[in-house]
């Protein structure tokens, strides 16, 4: 009875486009503008473009609609989803419970750099040496660390508030918008001059820089982006009314995810050739690297700012999904309130925070297994936790759960390649790119 009546109080998602700006919203973030770019351009371009695409379509979508499934058929956030099905399985859940704990951790650190870079491009205050600025700000003791705070709590802000109060209305505002500044911004790009060599490197493949490390690469970065592998989806589902279509809706998300990831590439790198910089510059490409495009062009404060404002609202889109799954699994869990709930995460993430802020500064020289805490962080929840965590999701929904087919589609072709999938091509793929990621093979 307690059950039945929790359940009824569930939230839903008030229409279909809430749930596609929510899902969206959670999957574009600091992973397509700030990460995307810089592995793409380490791993050979349109290459790794490619190898990217076909993943997502082919192996990324299925843990995807199986994360769907599992939220939508529970109706639970992601530890008791995990027990509904059995309760031996509570341990997969809290997995992926501390894995939105893991998280967090840098990425609030990288949105709060967000943050210190809007100022500075508000009050124009970037220094003409942008590498040297990056350095020196990210050693700082208190300034990251306190953007970094600000920026939990920004998003803190939104489930607080409720999922249609907060979490909702926060992505139907501030997902359009976004796009409609990417669309901006990568249309500058276009005008640049040279910027045809830009464009060269993200199409026109190179097959000689295809090797197996792209391939891996590529995969990482599709589960990454598409927010597979802790439940964020799970919970988000959870919110779904009975009658949403989740094929169509994970297609649209996949779609949408793509095309806003090569609208970033686009919007980078014609400007990073015109100035004839480096595409592979890694973590410091859209922190160094753009700033000197932006010093270079007319109006490159306005520029700036805009960039730095987009790149915080992708982060603050996900960062609200990830604190999310926490929050709604320890509050049906522990039967607290919504915003206790939200209180104790933002709690707990602050504290793992702090060692993660000063990674740069204060506490560069204290290495965990020859990592700053920071990368340590980074390290064991996307080369660790995401891929096991997305493995076990397989097997429990491919081997126990067996999603019945009206649940999923009435197509039954469909059917039969999304089980075959998933049962025998996704698992040993994830399996052999954690152990890549674990540097084995
Ligand atoms: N997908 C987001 C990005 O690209 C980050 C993110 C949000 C995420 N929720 C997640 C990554 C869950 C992995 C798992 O920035």
Redesign the pocket.
């Known amino acids: 009875m307690a059950i039945e009546r929790s359940a009824a109080k569930r939230p839903n998602w008030s229409s279909g486009f809430a749930f596609i700006m929510a899902t969206l919203g959670?999957?574009?973030?600091?992973?397509?503008i700030w990460r995307f770019p810089y592995v793409m351009g380490r791993n050979g371009g349109a290459v790794f473009l490619l190898m990217y695409i076909l993943l997502t379509v082919f192996i990324c979508s299925i843990p995807l609609l199986c994360e769907l499934l599992l939220g939508k058929q529970m109706r639970r956030g992601v530890i008791r989803s995990y027990e509904k099905i059995n309760q031996k399985f509570s341990i997969f859940g809290w997995l992926c419970f501390i894995t939105s704990i893991f998280?967090p951790c840098f990425?609030f650190v990288v949105g709060g750099w967000t943050i210190n870079y809007i100022f500075i491009y508000l009050f124009n205050q970037m220094p003409t040496d942008q590498a040297a600025y990056f350095a020196e700000f990210a050693a700082r003791p208190c300034l990251p660390l306190l953007f970094g705070i600000a920026f939990l709590i920004l998003c803190a802000a939104f489930p607080f508030r409720g999922v249609n109060k907060g979490i909702e209305k926060a992505n139907n505002i501030i997902m359009p918008i976004f796009i409609v500044m990417l669309i901006l911004l990568a249309a500058v790009g276009l005008f640049l001059p040279n910027s045809i060599e830009g464009l060269k490197f993200m199409f026109a493949p190179d097959f000689s820089k295809f090797n197996f490390t792209t391939i891996l690469t590529a995969l990482g970065q599709a589960l990454?982006?598409?927010?597979?592998?802790?439940g964020?989806l799970v919970t988000y589902g959870s919110y779904l009314k009975k009658d949403n279509d989740i094929i169509k809706s994970s297609g649209l998300l996949i779609l949408g995810n793509t095309i806003i990831a090569v609208l970033a590439g686009i919007m980078i790198f014609p400007a990073v050739f015109s100035f004839n910089l480096e595409p592979s510059a890694g973590a410091g490409l859209v922190f160094i690297t753009l700033p000197k495009v932006f010093s270079a062009i007319p109006f490159g404060n306005v520029f700036g700012l805009m960039f730095f404002i987009l790149l915080f609202f992708?982060a603050l889109t996900?960062g609200i999904?990830?604190l999310e799954v926490s929050i709604a699994a320890i509050l049906e869990k522990f039967k607290i309130s919504r915003k206790m709930a939200t209180v104790i995460m933002s709690s707990i993430i602050l504290v793992f925070m702090i060692p993660a802020a000063l990674s740069f500064g204060p506490l560069s020289g204290y290495k965990i297994f020859n990592m700053t805490f920071f990368d340590a962080m980074d390290f064991t929840a996307s080369n660790i936790l995401?891929p096991l965590n997305t493995i076990i999701l397989c097997f429990v929904v491919g081997w126990v759960l067996k999603p019945k087919m009206e649940l999923l589609t009435n197509n039954e072709k469909f059917y039969n390649v999304f089980n075959f999938l998933l049962k025998f091509i996704v698992p040993p793929v994830l399996i052999l790119l954690m152990l890549f990621g674990l540097g084995i093979v």
């Open positions: 959670c999957a574009v973030g600091l992973g397509n998280i990425y990454f982006t598409l927010s597979v592998g802790m964020c992708a996900s999904s990830l995401l």
